[in-house]
C-alpha cells in the first residue's frame, strides 16, 4: 500500500485547486477521479449551459428586437452551436488536466472507495493519508415513472453531445436546469413543454419570481403545465409520449428529466471510513467541513453545500484556511447565486419570509423593471428588484433581482453584504444613468420615501 499527504475524491471545483495547491507546496497528493477532470461544472455543468446559453439567448433577443422596430430572421444552425458548446467544454477540461499535470498532483483515472480509515482503493491503487478530502458531487436523480428506465432520455449528462434540433421538447421538472436548458431549447427553435409538478416554476423562490419566469416562458412559445405528474412513458418510432396525471397526453422528439440531484455518495464506502451520511446520501460534516471521520473532510455538493461551483471552490479556499490554522466556519461568508434563464435571476441572502422566521425585524422594498429608465429605454420590461433589510441594525440582509444580465448586478449586493454596510451607504450612493444599477439607489431610496427630506432652516 502507498501512502501520501492528502488524498482528493473527486476532480470538482473544489477538489482540483485544493490538490493543486497542497502539491505545489511540495506535498504528495494523490487525486482519484473515475470521469472526465474538472467534474460536473466543466464537463456536464456550468460552462457547457453557459456556452448554449449564448447561442439560445442571442436567437431569443433577435427576436425580441421586433419591439425595438427590428425585424430579423433567426436561422438556426444549431450542430454548429453545439460543437462550439463541446469545443469550449473541451478546452476547459484539458485546461484542469493541465492544471492538475503541472502541480504534480498524481492523478488515478478510476473510481475511489474507502477501505479502512483514510484508506482508498481506486483501480490498482491503494493509498492512505493522515488527509482525505471527499469532493464528489452529485448526478441527476431519476424518478421511478413506469416506462421511463430504457428510454433514450436526456439529462444534463448527454444533453451537450445533441447533435440535431429535437423539433418537440418535453421537459420533466421546472429548477434551474429544466428553466435554462428548456427556454434555451425552444429559443433556438424547439416547440417546447414543461411539466411542473406544484403551481410554480422555481418553486424555491419567491412567488414573484416564479410569476415573471412564467410569463417569460410564454413570450418564448413554451407551454408550461402547472400541478401535473408523468404517469407513464413511452417511447415509440423515435417519439416519446407522456401521459400526465390529468389524463392529456404530450408528445416530443427529446424527453429532458431533470428534477434534482443525488450525492455521489454510494460507491464510496464510507462506513469503512467512519464516515457518516445523512438520510439523503450526503456527506455529513460539521462548521469546518469536518466529516465524522478522523482526518476526513467533504466539500461541495457531496457535502450538500449550496450546490454552486463558486461555493464549492470557496469550500476549498475556507478548507484550507481552516487546515492552516484560520478559525473561520462555513457559515461566515455571504453567499450568492444566479439563474441564467431571460430574464437572469440574482439573489444574495435571505428573502423576507426567510428573515421573518429567523425572528429579525426585517423589511423589504421594490422596483420593478417599468419604474427604471434603463428598462424602459431598452425594452426589458420583465422583471424587479428587491431588497431586505434590518429595521433594527439597518444592515442589507439579502436582495433578489429579476432582469437582464442580474447575474452582474446582483455582485453590488454581495460585496456590501460581505462589508456588512447598512442601506444608507447604498442610499447615498450616486450610481450613473442612465444604467441598471442606478436603480439600487433608487431601491434604498424607497425606504425614505420618494422626496428629500425638508430643510428646517429654510
Ligand atoms: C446543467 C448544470 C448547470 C449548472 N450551472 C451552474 C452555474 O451556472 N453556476 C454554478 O455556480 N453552478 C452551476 N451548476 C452546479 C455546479 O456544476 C456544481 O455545483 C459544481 O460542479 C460543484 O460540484 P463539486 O465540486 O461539488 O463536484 P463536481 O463538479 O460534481 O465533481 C465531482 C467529481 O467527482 C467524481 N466522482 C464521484 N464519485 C467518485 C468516486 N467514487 N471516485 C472518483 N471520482 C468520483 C465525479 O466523476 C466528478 O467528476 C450547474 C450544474 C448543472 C448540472
Ligand atoms: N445557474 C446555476 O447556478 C445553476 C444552473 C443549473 C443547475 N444548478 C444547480 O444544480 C442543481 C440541480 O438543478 P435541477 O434543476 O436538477 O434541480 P432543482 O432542485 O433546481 O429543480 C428540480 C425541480 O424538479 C421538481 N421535481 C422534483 N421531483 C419531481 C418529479 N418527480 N416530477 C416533476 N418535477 C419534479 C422540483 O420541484 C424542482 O422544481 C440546482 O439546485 C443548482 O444548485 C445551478
Not at 485544493?18 to 467534474?39: P, Q
Request: hydrophobic content about 40%.
Amino acid at each position: 500500500m502507498e501512502t501520501a499527504d492528502v488524498i482528493v475524491i473527486g476532480s470538482g471545483q473544489g477538489g482540483i485547486p485544493l490538490a493543486a495547491d497542497f502539491a505545489k507546496e511540495g506535498r504528495k497528493v494523490m487525486l482519484f477521479e473515475r470521469d472526465a477532470l474538472g467534474g460536473s461544472c466543466i464537463n456536464y455543468g456550468c460552462t457547457p449551459s453557459k456556452a448554449f446559453l449564448a447561442a439560445a439567448h442571442a436567437a431569443g433577443r433577435s427576436r425580441q428586437a421586433e419591439k425595438l422596430g427590428i425585424h430579423t430572421q433567426v436561422e438556426v444552425n444549431f450542430p454548429a452551436v453545439m460543437e462550439r458548446v463541446r469545443a469550449i467544454r473541451d478546452r476547459f477540461s484539458q485546461g484542469a488536466h493541465k492544471r492538475l499535470e503541472g502541480a504534480g498532483v498524481n492523478v488515478v483515472c478510476a473510481e475511489a472507495s474507502f477501505t479502512g480509515e483514510r484508506t482508498v482503493i481506486g483501480g490498482d491503487v491503494t493509498v492512505q493519508a493522515p488527509l482525505v478530502v471527499i469532493n464528489t458531487g452529485t448526478s441527476s436523480l431519476i424518478p421511478d415513472i413506469p416506462g421511463l428506465a430504457g428510454t433514450p432520455y436526456l439529462t444534463n449528462r448527454n444533453f451537450f453531445d445533441l447533435k440535431t434540433l429535437p423539433p418537440r421538447l418535453l421537459v420533466i421538472g421546472a429548477g434551474y436546469i429544466g428553466l435554462e436548458l428548456g427556454q434555451g431549447l425552444a429559443r433556438l427553435g424547439s416547440q417546447t413543454h414543461l411539466i411542473v409538478r406544484g403551481d410554480r416554476v422555481l418553486g424555491q423562490e419567491e412567488p414573484e419570481v416564479s410569476e415573471v419566469l412564467a410569463e417569460a416562458l410564454k413570450q418564448d412559445g413554451i407551454q408550461v403545465h402547472f400541478e401535473v405528474n408523468v404517469e407513464q412513458v413511452a417511447h415509440e418510432n423515435d417519439v416519446f409520449t407522456l401521459t400526465l396525471s390529468n389524463g392529456e397526453q404530450l408528445q416530443g422528439e427529446a424527453l429532458l428529466v431533470v428534477i434534482g440531484r443525488k450525492p455521489n455518495t454510494d460507491a464510496l464506502n464510507v462506513a469503512a471510513s467512519g464516515i457518516e451520511l445523512d438520510n439523503q446520501g450526503f456527506v455529513k460534516i460539521n462548521d469546518q467541513f469536518h466529516t465524522t471521520g478522523s482526518g476526513v473532510y467533504a466539500i461541495g455538493d457531496a457535502a450538500k453545500q449550496p450546490a454552486f461551483t463558486h461555493v464549492s471552490w470557496e469550500d476549498y479556499r475556507r478548507l484550507k484556511a481552516i487546515l492552516c490554522g484560520e478559525n473561520r466556519t462555513r457559515h461566515d461568508r455571504v453567499l450568492g447565486y444566479a439563474m441564467y434563464t431571460e430574464p437572469q435571476v440574482g439573489r444574495v441572502g435571505m428573502t423576507l419570509e426567510q428573515a421573518q422566521k429567523k425572528g429579525i425585524n426585517a423589511r423589504c422594498v421594490t422596483l420593478p423593471m417599468s419604474h427604471i429608465a434603463r428598462a424602459i429605454e431598452w425594452g426589458h420590461d420583465l422583471g424587479f428588484y428587491r431588497m431586505v433589510i434590518d429595521r433594527d441594525t439597518d444592515k442589507i440582509l439579502g436582495a433578489t433581482l429579476v432582469g437582464y444580465e442580474t447575474a452582474e448586478l446582483v455582485h453590488v449586493f454581495l460585496s456590501l453584504m460581505e462589508a456588512g454596510a447598512t442601506w444608507q451607504l447604498l442610499e447615498r450612493s450616486v450610481h450613473i444613468h442612465p444604467t441598471y444599477g442606478e436603480a439600487l439607489p433608487s431601491l434604498a431610496r424607497l425606504l425614505v420615501g420618494d422626496d428629500m427630506p425638508g430643510c428646517p432652516n429654510m
